[in-house]
């Protein structure tokens, strides 16, 4: 009987929510929530061990989180490692991404994990790690954990596995090597004028050899006089007033606020609060500057190292939104920041 | 939103904690904060240590906003 060993975080481990994220991984025999199912979609093989981790422990200790589950893991015989799935839970997604790949590498066990294309573990680790692609949101389990599992079950049967498209899961960019009947039409000779062909004709035509590419924009010029300037803030952290007049939702956000601080120094307890539902909110909600500084920003304007603060801060919610509707509301919010001649752009993310 | 506001003319300097994930979405200009539930102030230190902290690390990023880049630039921090 082959052995798996899975990776879970504080909330499918059954240990708590946020308030949990915080807790060191630990390492229980057998199966906990997940890896039940995990363990049931396998064939001729078990879930020997379950491994929990603190989303924010691995997020914020990654180093210290990756060795001490290499300690735990050691002298331990397994076959695979599976970790998640993680659908559109950013960290997560993350810290399945960065214990696959370390098993892997410093194991040499292989290792797979399972996240939502939003996710952004997927493009963080997809190069390395295989992650099958996985619905939005827990309810996709029964979906997503056998896909994964019939995976594992090929591999640790030896069976041939059929590449990223077939199987589901993310391109690796991995080329394999694969043996065509020996004819003509299987030359690379053949198949590149064939495709040349279809290219001049205006005819659609699939490439074999994909370039990824990252999106990136060009850097903005930095800012001459700072002592002249007029800075934003913009939090992805969720900080409205306590009552929450624009209705951000909590998660996958498509609304945002701009709340007038002209008047105030700082943000105060009680007036303001996060409505985010990724983090433990007590911190900020006993003091919503540790998430858009509004003190800080305030000293440096009485000391004259910026001209001035814009006098509103934008806020959203930054879990389980879609870039698309990053995008969108940014987009909405420039108007205002070039309304009021505003230099620079803080943005603090959660 | 990052890439928004810089597309759009604007210096961004992304205050966050996963500085992995804001360099493969492609923020160009990163000062790294110290957790989630608090990038600027950990509740567990007194008043005074947070505030050195939140003042030094939004210094960073005021700096940073003026400071020429030409690619993907990740800004030290001393606490």
Redesign the interface.
């Known amino acids: 009987m082959k052995k798996v060993i899975c990776y879970l975080n504080q909330f499918f481990g059954g240990v708590g929510g ?1 308030d949990k ?1 915080d807790i060191e991984p630990y390492i229980v025999e057998g199966v906990v929530g997940p890896s039940m199912a995990i363990n049931g979609a396998l064939k001729d093989a078990e879930v020997t061990h379950t491994i929990v981790c603190g989303d ?1 422990f691995m ?2 200790n990654t180093e210290e989180a990756v060795s001490r589950i290499m300690e735990m893991l050691k002298g331990k015989e397994f076959d695979f490692f599976v970790a998640g799935p993680a659908f559109r839970a ?2 997560y997604g ?1 810290a399945c991404g960065t214990i696959c790949k370390a098993v892997q590498e410093k194991l040499g066990v292989p290792a797979v994990t399972s996240m939502n294309e939003e996710n ?1 573990g997927v ?2 680790f997809k190069g390395d790690v295989v992650i099958f692609k996985g619905g939005d949101g827990a309810a996709k389990m029964r979906k997503d954990v056998p896909k994964m599992i019939g995976y594992v079950n090929k591999v640790l049967a030896g069976e041939q596995t059929l590449g990223a498209d077939a199987e589901g899961y993310f391109p690796r960019g991995i080329r394999h090597e694969i043996y065509l009947e020996d004819k003509r039409e299987n030359t690379a000779a053949y198949r590149g004028v064939q495709m040349l062909l279809k290219k001049i004709r205006g005819e659609e035509y699939k490439t074999e050899l994909v370039i990824p590419k ?11 006089d ?1 002592g002249s ?1 007029v ?1 934003a803030l ?1 939090t ?2 969720g900080i409205v007033p306590i009552a929450n007049p624009d209705r951000i939702q909590s998660a996958s956000a498509t609304r945002w606020g701009r709340y007038d601080i002209s008047d105030m120094d700082r943000l105060d307890a009680g007036k303001f609060k996060t409505i985010h539902a ?7 909600n ?2 919503p ?3 858009v ?1 509004v ?3 305030r ?2 304007e009485r000391e004259g ?2 001209g001035r603060l814009h006098p509103y801060f934008y806020s959203t919610v930054g879990t389980g939104t879609t870039e698309a509707e ?2 969108r ?3 909405e ?2 108007p205002y ?2 309304e009021d001649g ?9 | ?18 500085v ?3 360099t ?3 923020a ?2 990163i000062v790294p ?11 567990n230190t007194s008043p005074e240590e ?2 050195k902290l ?2 030094h690390r ?2 960073v ?3 940073a ?8 630039t990740v800004f030290k921090v001393k606490y």
């Open positions: 946020e994220a924010n997020g914020s950013g960290r993350v952004p493009e963080m990252k999106e990136t924009v060009p850097v903005a010029d930095a800012i001459k700072l300037s800075i913009v992805t952290g990724g983090f433990d909110p007590a911190a900020a006993a003091d500057n540790v998430i500084p003190d800080a920003m000293a440096y190292k910026i990053a995008s509301m940014a987009i919010m420039i920041l070039k505003v230099n620079g752009v803080i943005v603090g993310s959660t | 939103m990052v890439k928004e506001f810089e597309k759009a003319g604007f210096p961004v300097v992304h205050m966050c904690n996963l992995p994930v804001s493969t979405v492609g160009n200009r904060t110290i957790s989630i539930p608090y990038p600027l102030g950990d509740p947070q505030w939140r003042y939004v210094g990023a005021l700096d906003l003026a400071t020429p880049v030409t690619e993907q």
